[in-house]
T-cell receptor, first 116, second 116 residues
């Protein structure tokens, strides 16, 4: 079974609007971390936001927020006030356990295009 | 800029040739990771080091692949007798350990390999 599922291969959003990118995960661990990365065409994976499995509040980082629904095993990324520079691939990832050396499992990504 | 740097950024090689990629992590980071990313997929874990010790290797790392981090600083990933299926982007990342559970790993821009 896939550890991370991203069901939206591509998304379009109007500039200045908000957009939600979906992510569901599968794990039997109680301790895990959920991450979102942005990958522009240059290739670099840019860290956006982190949510720990024990965090009770949804994580926020500037225009990014993570809608964490533990019972549904979903960790959707919300980008508010979209900008043209937000056009990129977005990957959801999970790390099981608390050891930062544990491997990340990535989804297949969502390509976001921001329309002027 | 003191981020993760990778070299070369692009490599085209003939099938059967050997290639080597270099990664320089963020200077104070003691953990270094290699991931592979093929078109349309998220990154997949290959291996990671803590200082000079290689602590984990994925089954994806066949006998033709070898990674080293001799002095606990930069790392090399060598692929021997390249095959067309090796064509991918090879991403390096680094992190500090121990860190808090939210510590992410910071990626470089990747090295694109095309085997012809």
């Amino acid at each position: 079974a896939q550890k991370i599922t991203q069901t939206q291969p591509g998304m379009f959003v109007q500039e200045k609007e908000a957009v939600t990118l979906d992510c569901t995960y599968d794990t039997s661990d109680q301790s895990y971390g959920l991450f979102w990365y942005k990958q522009p065409s240059s290739g670099e994976m840019i860290f956006l936001i982190y949510q720990g499995s024990y965090d009770e509040q949804n994580a926020t980082e500037g225009r990014y927020s993570l809608n964490f629904q533990k019972a549904r095993k979903s960790a959707n990324l919300v980008i508010s006030a979209s900008q043209l520079g937000d056009s990129a691939m977005y990957f959801c990832a999970m790390r099981e356990g608390l050891d930062t050396g544990n491997q990340f499992y990535f989804g297949t990504g969502t390509s976001l295009t921001v329309i002027p | 800029d003191t981020g993760v740097s990778q070299d070369p950024r692009h490599k085209i090689t003939k099938r059967g040739q050997n290639v080597t990629f270099r990664c320089d992590p963020i200077s104070e980071h003691n953990r270094l990771y290699w991931y592979r990313q093929t078109l349309g997929q998220g990154p997949e874990f290959l291996t990671y080091f803590q200082n000079e010790a290689q602590l984990e290797k994925s089954r994806l790392l066949s006998d033709r692949f070898s990674a080293e981090r001799p002095k606990g600083s930069f790392s090399t990933l060598e692929i021997q007798r390249t095959e067309q299926g090796d064509s991918a982007m090879y991403l390096c990342a680094s992190s500090i350990h121990p860190g808090n559970s939210g510590n992410t790993i910071y990626f470089g821009e990747g090295s694109w390999l095309t085997v012809v």
